[in-house]
């Protein structure tokens, strides 16, 4: 066993017996799978059956988005201030019974309104779960354990359409609904064995926050809008996760004026294959599934990944729309495609796990939550902007032209920050001396 070897066993072993982190791990798994096939039974039951205009499929992608947006940083300010246990649990229930209701939801208004309390749960949900990271995994391993998180989501990428069009087949939409509230029934038991912010104290694992070692007298002078705005001051400040933002939402925005539109990109194709789309979305998650079981192994530091990846996966995309129009045999296009969309969904996976990892390790334990949260609410803005402009681009341009600006936009991104990547971590180190030496700068490796 070389060297390498010998670490990465080190490092993956631990985590690996680590059962509170397993628990999570578990939890998460589950109600990924679960949300894959809420997804395409709801859209079943409103394309389909429902028969629903295209405009109003798109409000049920706002409803989804817009609590995202709006939500992220109270979020995150609610999971850093009570028990992240507790807020996953109770979000995990209440999304059950939210998935119950709309097997008895008569039309669209009642489907909102039901997406739209789904999301303020999903909202909570996620920057909880990012902190309840924080708390249990050891520093050491907390590149290994963002990893094996982005796996799963990924997996369930792949896995969840097939299995969710499968269980449609041999249940039904309504039967579908309600093992996807299971799922969440049995994500919220996972959590139950996962210990409490309170016994982790005790117990020694994490310390007190700052608000907690204030005096009660000290922590009512900060207003309830500072505080819920600390996490995106945390991320202004550090010149190292501020170009990682910007550039996650900068990709973020054209990616989606593409993915939105790639339904009218297949139309394209003569006689396309009715199963061609679902195979390529299936190569993108499976690109990104790889790239993040492998990228942490790079010795590259992480704007030099996210860069690589932004133009990688943006040259890729306008490959794709040239060969779409491009005459050449059905088995030979549709091969080019997957292979396509299989090095995008890999050039998105160096995008996204390294800035994961990076946003895990130079947030403090404390904060986590407000930073995930106040995140997410910036990706959700360039996943809502994203499909306008897209909407706008193929009606003015076409879908292929849409594509060719779309990828190029991405790998320009891509470009300007390998560029400034020099001058940001110049920044960063002066940031890390200024702090006193409680920052640790990256330079060379994640």
Request: net charge neutral.
């Amino acid at each position: 066993m070389n060297q390498a070897q010998i670490v990465e066993s080190e490092g993956l072993q631990p985590l690996l017996r680590n059962r509170n982190y397993m628990l999570l791990m578990g939890s998460q798994l589950v109600s990924n799978m679960g949300e894959w096939l809420y997804i395409i039974a709801l859209l079943t039951l409103v394309g389909l059956k429902w028969q629903a205009a295209p405009w109003e499929i798109t409000a049920m992608t706002l409803c989804m988005a817009i609590p995202v947006l709006i939500g992220g940083p109270v979020a995150g300010w609610i999971g850093d201030k009570y028990d992240r246990k507790k807020i996953m649990v109770i979000s995990d229930v209440v999304r059950a019974f939210i998935l119950i209701g709309v097997l008895f939801a008569g039309n669209l208004i009642q489907i909102y309104i039901l997406l739209i309390v789904k999301g303020l749960m999903d909202v909570l949900f996620s920057p909880a779960k990012s902190g309840k990271i924080k708390e249990i995994v050891d520093p050491k391993h907390i590149d290994q354990a963002v990893t094996i998180s982005s796996s799963i989501e990924q997996m369930s990428k792949i896995i969840g359409p097939s299995l969710g069009g499968l269980l449609m087949a041999l249940f039904g939409i309504q039967l579908c609904f309600i093992i996807d509230a299971g799922a969440f029934i049995v994500s919220a038991l996972f959590l139950l064995g996962v210990p409490g912010r309170k016994l982790l104290k005790q117990k020694g694992l994490i310390g007190e926050s700052p608000n907690e070692a204030r005096s009660g007298q000290d922590t009512q002078k900060k207003s309830f809008f500072k505080e819920i705005g600390e996490g995106l001051q945390l991320i202004y400040g550090m010149p190292l996760l501020l170009g990682g933002v910007v550039t996650i939402c900068a990709v973020m925005l054209v990616l989606q004026m593409a993915d939105s539109q790639i339904v009218t990109l297949f139309r394209l194709i003569p006689d396309v294959s009715d199963d061609l789309l679902g195979y390529c979305i299936s190569a993108s998650g499976l690109g990104t599934l790889i790239a993040a079981m492998f990228v942490r192994k790079l010795s590259w530091n992480t704007l030099a990944k996210m860069g690589v990846g932004s133009v990688a996966a943006g040259l890729v995309f306008a490959v794709c729309a040239v060969v779409v129009v491009i005459e050449m045999p059905h088995l030979l296009q549709s091969v080019v495609l997957f292979g396509s969309f299989f090095l995008a969904g890999a050039g998105g996976g160096f995008v996204l796990v390294p800035f994961q990892m990076l946003l895990m390790k130079r947030t403090p334990e404390h904060m986590t939550s407000r930073v995930f949260g106040t995140v997410n609410s910036l990706t959700s803005g360039a996943v809502i902007i994203g499909p306008t402009l897209g909407g706008a681009l193929v009606t003015g341009m076409g879908p292929v032209p849409t594509y060719i600006v779309a990828g190029l936009g991405t790998a320009a991104v891509g470009a300007a920050l390998l560029l400034c990547k020099s001058r940001i971590e110049r920044k960063d180190e002066d940031f890390a001396a200024r702090s006193e030496g409680l920052m640790v700068p990256e330079t060379s490796t994640i």
